[in-house]
């Protein structure tokens, strides 16, 4: 096995740019252009031998913006119906989620 390109800072403070630049000279990741931050730093992680700590905030980025996305939709179409109960509901769901994006964010920029 080739030897791996030194660290030089944390994993989660590099751009994807960088990341990707790594990731490309490790013959055992593949598809990393394909590949969002979270993914490289997931990918790289495995190959470095370091641990990931659980994550707290729950679910990912891509998960909390399809929720989001659904509830924009359900919202537009309950206020479509004149349902103004069910608009209220899921547009606060979708605010709610969106909060959860700006805490992950906030939280892996740390």
Known sequence: ???LPKLEKKLEKMTVKELREIALQIPEIQGVHGMNK???ISALKKVYGIEEEP???GGSMRELKAKIAKFKELAAKAKEAGDLEKYERYRKLASRFKKRT???AKKAAA
């Open 102 to 104: 700006r805490k992950l």
């Open 55 to 57: 994550r707290k905030v």
């Open 1 to 3: 096995m080739a030897e």
């Open 38 to 40: 979270e993914e490289l």
